[in-house]
Each structure stands twice: as C-alpha cells, then as structure tokens.
C-alpha cells in the first residue's frame, strides 16, 4: 500500500489514530466498523508505526502518535497484563503464549523504530528492550521457542511438528515455524544460536523437516508447505528472506522461486492458503519486484528473487521501472544491482529510492 497507495495511507494513518480515540487503543482486526480482537499481538500498531516512518503521518502531532503507540502496547487485555507482569506470557496462564508474546514483541520493535524516527529515544530504549522478550521462551539446547511457565520451566511435551489450538503454545504453526517471527531482532536471534552458521543451518533444516503436521484440530491454515516452512499463512511469510539477511541470497533465491512455482496458480485453488485480506497475493506481487520488506517500521526492502523482465510500479514520484538482464530459470541469481544506472551494492534498497522513481536493474546470473 505504500508503495502503489501513497494517496490514502495518510487516510489510513488518520482512520487508524481515529479508532484509537473511539476504543482506547490502535485496531486488531476490524469487520464492518467493530473491533473482533481475532488476532494475536498489535497487528494496527505495526502498520501505524510504518506508515509513520514513511511520512504517512496525517498531521498528528509526536504526542499523540506516540501516545497511540504507547497506550495500545499498555492495554492490560489479550495477555498484555501477563507480559507486563511477568516479561512473558506464562503458558500456564494463557493459551498459545508463545505466539501471542512474540507477536507483541514484533510490535514493540515497530513502536521503537518509529519512537526512534519521531526523535523520542527515551521511548525508542524502553520498547526495543522489551521486544526482546521472546528471549524468554528460547531452548538453547532443542533450539527452539518453547512456552514456559510461571516457575521458568518449559512446558511438556515438545514436538516441533504438532500444532491444536487447544493445548499449543502457537497459533496456526508449529515450534518450526515459530523460531523465525523474530524480524524486529534478527541479530537478536542470530546471538541465541551462537553463530551465524549455526542459525543458517537451523533455517536449512525448516526447510527438511518432515512436511506434515502433527496433532487433532490442527489449524488448516497451516498449508503450503515445504518441510516445515509454511506459505500458506503468514507468520513465516517474512522467514525466506532471512537467507538474504544472513549473507546467502541465492538461498533465498532458491526458496522464492520454488514458491513461485509450486505455491501459486491461475486456478479456483490457486493459492497454498489463508488469503487474509490479499496478504498472499502481496506477498507474490511485492517479492516478485526482487525485494521485501522484512523488519517492522524499518523502511528498507531485502533483495530476493526478481520475477519478471521488467516491471513498472507507479510510485509517488513517478514511474519505478525494475528490470532483471538475462533472467531465467537457470539465471536466477542477482549477480549485481544499479540503481539509476550506477553500481549499488547494498542488499537492500530503501523506501525513500524506490518512491522518487527512477530504475533499479538487477543483472542476473548462474
């Protein structure tokens, strides 16, 4: 939306600060004007504080953005009154503690990102500190996010590949796909592994563990799968792209294209899963540009897996034409990147160039 929607995202900013207003905090999930709360975490925060480092601010003053941010990340509901107790959310007290907690802290790095933009450090230190705390649910020895209990101790049985919403400490996912929501703290994550080679060859493993889930009742939206990686819903949409981030963009290339393939078709059943609202099919549109935005509120997009010739986005500031020299299966590897005709060598390209328009041309290769 805020690349080929900038027109209404101040609207959106003001329609999001407006329910703040009306209900005392940013939306969940909203249906037909009323709030259903149906979704783990601060999703309406998130998107709020994007826009907001993205200059989508509708004229709100620094106060009452960062208030909004604030008061909705305090709401003592939801499980937000046993994270602010505890650190975490307990699993002895709160059903799929894990997931609920990791969403809030995903949350909380997005508030302080645009804490940080809006120039408030104070409240920027405060919420990057506490989106840390899936820290809490790490098992440094199975290497895995497990749920804990008041006393510290995991919760009984463990197994990475079972999932009912009745006893799980995730929602819709696995243990599997559950170590990866972790896009505010990336570096973060790496530190609990011990190494970055440690944690690729945790990520290659998503990838070969067994695909079927096990467990009564487990959520159908966990579909779309390759090993353990999970297209069809969205708390591993982001997970590919960590291969970019972690150094091996070919790996990256790899996955994406293999989804592509395998997870998307021009058919009554053309999708791996959940639609939700068109975040599968942004998912396909946007990483077949050649990039995503992983990290919440930090507006840079991380090379992957460019999907055509050429595309043209209309941008803010005109026409932002990507094009990918030479791609084909076999060349399905970013061998170099100009941006307006010169050498760029960031593996990433940020909000602020691709707005103003211009060319980004990726020259592909073996």
Same mark, same amino acid.
């Given at each position: 939306?805020?690349?080929?929607?900038?027109?209404?995202?101040n609207?959106?900013?003001?329609?999001f600060y407006?329910?703040?207003?009306?209900?005392?905090? *940013?939306?969940?999930? =909203? *249906?037909?004007?009323?709030?259903?709360?149906?979704?783990?975490?601060?999703?309406?925060?998130v998107?709020?504080?994007?826009?907001?480092?993205?200059?989508?601010?509708?004229?709100?003053?620094?106060?009452?953005? @960062? %208030? $909004?941010?604030t008061?909705?990340?305090?709401?003592?509901?939801?499980?937000?009154?046993?994270?602010?107790? /505890?650190?975490?959310?307990?699993?002895?007290?709160?059903?799929?503690?894990?997931?609920?907690?990791? %969403? !809030? $802290?995903?949350?909380d790095g997005?508030?302080?990102?645009?804490?940080?933009?809006?120039?408030?450090?104070?409240?920027? $230190?405060? !919420?990057?500190?506490?989106? =840390?705390s /899936?820290?809490?649910?790490?098992?440094?020895?199975?290497?895995f996010m497990?749920g804990?209990?008041?006393?510290?101790?995991?919760?009984?049985?463990?197994?990475?590949?079972?999932?009912?919403?009745? &006893?799980?400490d995730?929602?819709?996912? &696995?243990?599997w796909? !559950?170590?990866?929501?972790?896009?505010?703290?990336?570096?973060?994550?790496?530190?609990?592994?011990?190494?970055?080679?440690?944690?690729?060859?945790?990520?290659?493993?998503?990838?070969?563990?067994?695909?079927?889930?096990?467990?009564?009742?487990?959520?159908p939206?966990?579909?779309?799968?390759?090993?353990?990686?999970?297209?069809?819903n969205e708390?591993g =949409?982001?997970?590919?792209? *960590?291969?970019?981030?972690?150094?091996?963009?070919?790996?990256?290339?790899?996955? @994406?294209?293999?989804?592509?393939?395998?997870?998307?078709?021009?058919?009554? %059943?053309?999708?791996?899963g959940?639609?939700?609202?068109?975040? +599968?099919? $942004?998912?396909?549109?946007?990483?077949?540009f050649?990039?995503?935005?992983?990290?919440?509120?930090?507006?840079?997009?991380?090379?992957?897996?460019?999907?055509f010739?050429?595309?043209?986005?209309?941008?803010?500031?005109?026409?932002f &034409?990507i &094009?990918?020299?030479?791609?084909s299966?076999?060349?399905r /590897?970013?061998?170099?990147?100009?941006?307006?005709?010169?050498? !760029?060598?960031?593996?990433?390209?940020? /909000?602020?160039d691709i707005?103003?328009?211009?060319?980004?041309?990726?020259? +592909?290769?073996?």
């Open positions: 939306m805020t690349l080929i929607h900038a027109d209404r995202c609207d959106i900013t003001a329609t407006n329910i703040y207003k009306e209900q005392g905090d *940013l939306p969940v999930w =909203h *249906l037909m004007g009323n709030e259903t709360d149906c979704m783990v975490g601060n999703p309406g925060l998107a709020f504080a994007d826009n907001i480092v993205k200059g989508f601010q509708a004229g709100l003053t620094k106060e009452q953005m @960062i %208030e $909004a941010m008061k909705t990340a305090t709401m003592p509901d939801r499980g937000q009154d046993l994270r602010m107790e /505890y650190g975490f959310i307990p699993a002895d007290l709160y059903r799929e503690s894990v997931a609920n907690d990791m %969403e !809030y $802290a995903v949350a997005a508030l302080a990102n645009a804490a940080a933009f809006l120039g408030d450090e104070a409240t920027a $230190a405060v !919420y990057r500190e506490r989106s =840390h /899936y820290r809490h649910f790490w098992d440094p020895e199975l290497q497990r804990r209990k008041v006393d510290g101790s995991f919760t009984e049985p463990f197994d990475p590949i079972y999932s009912r919403h009745e &006893t799980s995730y929602t819709e996912g &696995t243990g796909q !559950y170590i990866w929501l972790v896009p505010q703290d990336v570096q973060g994550l790496q530190d609990l592994f011990g190494s970055r080679e440690a944690m690729l060859t945790k990520l290659d493993g998503l990838f070969e563990a067994p695909d079927h889930i096990e467990g009564e009742n487990a959520s939206d966990i579909s779309g799968l390759i090993g353990q990686y999970a297209h069809g708390p =949409h982001h997970t590919l792209y *960590l291969y970019s981030m972690l150094g091996e963009p070919d790996k990256a290339a790899d996955r @994406i294209r293999q989804v592509y393939k395998e997870m998307y078709f021009n058919d009554v %059943e053309g999708l791996a959940n639609e939700d609202v068109g975040q +599968m099919s $942004a998912w396909y549109v946007l990483s077949s050649g990039f995503y935005q992983v990290e919440p509120a930090c507006p840079r997009f991380w090379f992957g897996a460019p999907n010739e050429k595309v043209v986005v209309k941008v803010a500031g005109g026409d &034409t &094009t990918a020299k030479g791609l299966e076999e060349n /590897y970013i061998r170099g990147v100009k941006l307006n005709g010169e050498p !760029y060598d960031l593996p990433y390209i940020e /909000y602020k707005v103003k328009g211009g060319t980004l041309e990726f020259i +592909m290769g073996k």
